[in-house]
Structures are given as structure tokens and as C-alpha cells.
């Protein structure tokens, strides 16, 4: 498997920001206000925007790509991350109205097409497949990939929720390097670190985009209040900063996915991507949330 090209992610992409919940907020449903907020993140260095075609059925890319059709100059500015190959029962035609996965050719090329519409945009930066499928057939889809990244369509392709095996694969069936696995990671969910999963992204060139980077922002019910007033004394961040701060600090910078959508939460997890955190203080933060002593 070839390694993922360096300039994919790189050290000044500090945090992804998800637009899963958009459809929730009101005050960004409207064309002119939400291009505001997109040109304000990316003014802060924040350029890259992470959609699913399932997110809010679909009204999110609609949203995102109604700002950018109101204001084509962002179009430019902007790195757009999409991924395909859910079914939700709700949107199953069959008589089954069962959840499933879809991540064959003929669907995910339709998928590709259909996400460059709604996003309004020339090319999707990144295109995942969001969820391991058994029935993939992997020389297919590869394929269906290929063109779409020789067509100008795609930039770059990675997976979502993938286990090491499942994108090796893959990966052994197409020559285009798999350049990121956007997968849970953070404090409060800590498994991949201790069953060689972060090491098999390192070992095959994969960036870890982490989401649920804040461990669903309830960490304040999850380490003790002495703790945490302790860490933000001595470091000087709040909460949000200190996950993403603990998370950032892995081998390979795990690049966090932020659902947030409120600016003051994006700023402190900004400047967590900027500190370090004593050593003794991120295991004693890492005990903590696990209810175990390190070994």
C-alpha cells in the first residue's frame, strides 16, 4: 500500500470542522448568514468543512452549497470532506425499510455526483467511504474512485470507521493512496490506542481525523472537579481546550472533527491543537476517564 501524500492533511490543519448539526441551527439557514460564518472560520485558518450525505437527510450539503452558490467567491476558499454509503431505514425504497450499508460502485459513483451539486462546489477534497460494508467488492469500487479522481471530480480518498484490515483491502486494490480513516477518538474513548490500531494509521500512512473529539462535551461529569480545576490551573485551559489539547498530542496529530458550531467552543479548541500537556498530567487525565491505574 503506498503512503498517503504529506500535503493531505498537514500540521497546519488543526481542527475539521463538522457540519452534522448545521440543519439545527436557525440562524445559519439562511444563505447570506451562514457565508458569513464559513468566511469568519476560514479567516481564523479553519478551512476545511466535513460532510456526510445522511446529515440531516441531506439538508446540511444543501445548506452548506446554498451559502456558497449565494457567495462563489468562498467556493475557493473552502476544502470540502463528504462521505457516502449509509442507507438509513427512512430512505430505503425497498420493502425491507431496513438501515444498510451501500458502498458499491453504481451508489457511490451517484453519490459523488449528487454531493458536487448540492456542495456546489468544482471537486470534493476528500471522498470517504463512511462505513465498512461486507458485501464491498473492492475492485469496483476502487474503480468507481480512480475516475473519479482522474475526472477532477475528487481530490483525494480515504475511509470512515474503518478497522485496519478492512482498508488494507481496499488500499490492495486500487494504486490512489487512502490518505486519512475519519474514526472515534478521544479521551473518552481510548480503546484504538491500546489494541495497535493508532499504530497500524501510522504504520500505513493514514491520518487519523478524530470524531467526537470532545468525547460527546460532557468530560467536566467524567474526570473529577479537583482534577479538572487542577489542569486548568496549571495549563490555562478550559475543557474543550485541554481534550483536544490531550488528543492532539498523539503520534501522527489525530486532526479532530469538531460538531460544534459555536464559535467560542472552536476558538478553545484551537488553541488546545497549540499547547502541549505535561506528560504526567495527560496520563493522569487518561486514569481518570478510564477508572483505571496505568499498569
Known amino acids: 500500500m503506498q503512503s498517503a501524500p504529506t500535503e493531505a492533511f498537514t500540521a497546519d490543519i488543526p481542527l475539521i470542522l463538522g457540519m452534522m448539526r448545521l440543519h439545527d441551527h436557525p440562524e445559519l439557514t439562511q444563505p447570506a448568514k451562514l457565508a458569513d460564518w464559513l468566511s469568519a472560520r476560514v479567516d481564523e485558518g479553519l478551512n476545511v468543512f466535513d460532510h456526510a450525505d445522511i446529515y440531516g437527510t441531506g439538508e446540511c450539503e444543501r445548506l452548506f452549497g446554498d451559502a456558497l452558490r449565494a457567495h462563489p467567491t468562498l467556493a475557493k476558499r473552502v476544502r470540502v470532506i463528504t462521505k457516502a454509503g449509509i442507507v438509513p431505514a427512512g430512505q430505503d425504497s425497498s420493502p425491507w425499510q431496513v438501515k444498510h450499508y451501500q458502498a458499491e460502485a453504481g451508489y457511490l459513483a451517484n453519490a459523488i455526483d449528487k454531493a458536487l451539486g448540492s456542495l456546489a462546489v468544482e471537486q470534493l477534497d476528500t471522498f470517504l467511504i463512511h462505513r465498512p460494508d461486507p458485501l464491498l467488492q473492492a475492485e469496483?469500487?476502487?474503480?468507481?474512485?480512480?475516475?473519479?479522481v482522474s475526472a477532477g471530480k475528487v481530490r483525494q480518498i480515504g475511509v470512515s470507521n474503518f478497522l485496519p484490515e478492512q482498508w488494507r483491502w481496499l488500499a490492495r486494490n486500487t494504486d490512489l493512496p487512502l490518505v486519512c480513516n475519519q474514526s472515534q477518538l478521544s479521551i473518552a474513548?481510548?480503546?484504538?490506542?491500546?489494541?495497535?490500531?493508532?499504530?497500524?494509521?501510522?504504520?500505513?500512512?493514514?491520518?487519523?481525523?478524530?470524531?467526537?473529539?470532545?468525547?460527546?462535551?460532557?468530560?467536566?461529569?467524567?474526570?473529577?472537579?479537583?482534577?479538572?480545576?487542577?489542569?486548568?490551573?496549571?495549563?490555562?485551559?478550559?475543557?474543550?481546550?485541554?481534550?483536544?489539547?490531550?488528543?492532539?498530542?498523539?503520534?501522527?496529530?489525530?486532526?479532530?472533527?469538531?460538531?460544534?458550531?459555536?464559535?467560542?467552543?472552536?476558538?478553545?479548541?484551537?488553541?488546545?491543537?497549540?499547547?502541549?500537556?505535561?506528560?504526567?498530567?495527560?496520563?493522569?487525565?487518561?486514569?481518570?476517564?478510564?477508572?483505571?491505574?496505568?499498569?
Request: aromatic share 6%; proline share 8%.
Open 189 to 295: 474513548h481510548t480503546d484504538p490506542l491500546f489494541d495497535g490500531t493508532l499504530e497500524a494509521h501510522l504504520t500505513d500512512g493514514m491520518r487519523w481525523l478524530a470524531w467526537s473529539p470532545l468525547g460527546g462535551g460532557n468530560l467536566a461529569e467524567r474526570i473529577p472537579a479537583d482534577l479538572l480545576d487542577s489542569a486548568r490551573e496549571e495549563t490555562g485551559l478550559d475543557e474543550t481546550a485541554l481534550a483536544i489539547a490531550w488528543l492532539h498530542q498523539l503520534p501522527g496529530s489525530p486532526v479532530p472533527v469538531l460538531g460544534s458550531m459555536n464559535p467560542d467552543r472552536i476558538h478553545s479548541a484551537t488553541r488546545g491543537t497549540q499547547c502541549s500537556l505535561p506528560r504526567p498530567l495527560w496520563y493522569r487525565l487518561l486514569e481518570s476517564v478510564r477508572k483505571t491505574a496505568v499498569a
Open 140 to 148: 469496483d469500487v476502487a474503480r468507481v474512485l480512480e475516475n473519479a
